[in-house]
């Protein structure tokens, strides 16, 4: 199973809206309804912001939400704070009862 | 609150073995599937496998197949990877994780344990 592609690296001024990408293959984004975005801050175990493209977990402000259309899903992340500053990961169901991860983006608040 | 707690980890040499436990509070284990997923030190994560809740049925990453074995306790609440032949790429830190909907749902993950630093190296 191939990784899905993020950008490395993504960056929004505080308040400002970021869109971090996540794209695959119509065998797993684009087949699945299964994607789900993770925030992982250095040293930390990974936290679900997004799941099931839309989902948001309780607790997870409004200010990210997800999106997706044909192979490439979305996580936007409105009215950026310094606290959002950390790695973001895609994941998607495969098939097969496999899931796989996107390489990662660092988001930086400037 | 639910909460995970993985231990075992270790340094080991190429070629030895090493299980893995992961603790489980919180919630209905027997329930839920349960997953293994890997992240190699500065490296994104990577799923390493799953097990149902309590029918037995077991998926692996191509990566670790015939080399890794996922198994579960529910009567203790506890799950295990069993590493075989490991190699210097399995290097890793080990999470256990749980989603958020009971049954099979090997989709995505809600909970996670703190992990646990495996080191296969001479």
């Known amino acids: 199973q191939s990784a899905l592609t993020q950008p490395p690296s993504a960056s929004g001024s505080p308040g400002q809206s970021v869109t971090i990408s996540c794209t695959g293959t119509s065998s797993d984004v684009g087949g699945y309804n299964y994607v789900s975005w993770y925030q992982q801050h250095p040293g930390k175990a990974p936290k679900v912001m997004i799941y099931e493209v839309t989902k948001r977990p309780s607790g997870v402000p409004d200010r990210f939400s997800g999106s997706k259309s044909g192979n490439t899903a979305s996580l936007t992340v409105s009215g950026l704070q310094a606290e959002d500053e950390a790695d973001y990961y895609c994941?998607?169901?495969?098939?097969?009862?496999?899931?796989?991860f996107g390489g990662g983006t660092k988001l930086t608040v400037l | 609150e639910v909460q995970l707690l993985e231990s075992g980890g270790g340094l080991v040499q190429p070629g030895g073995s090493l299980r893995l436990s992961c603790a489980a509070s919180?919630?209905?284990?027997?329930?839920?599937?349960m997953t293994w997923v890997r992240q190699a030190p500065g490296k994104g994560l990577e799923w390493v496998s799953v097990i149902s809740g309590s029918d037995g049925y077991t998926f692996y990453a191509d990566s670790v197949k015939g080399r890794f074995t996922i198994s579960r306790d529910n009567s203790q609440n506890m799950l295990y990877l069993q590493m075989n032949s490991l190699r210097a790429e399995d290097t890793a830190v080990y999470y256990c994780?749980?989603?958020?909907?009971?049954?099979?749902?090997?989709?995505?993950?809600?909970?996670w344990g703190q992990g646990s630093l495996v080191a296969v190296s001479s």
């Open positions: 919180g919630f209905t284990f027997s329930t839920y599937a």
């Open positions: 994941s998607s169901y495969a098939g097969s009862n496999n899931v796989v």
């Open positions: 994780a749980k989603g958020p909907r009971s049954g099979w749902y090997p989709y995505s993950f809600d909970s």
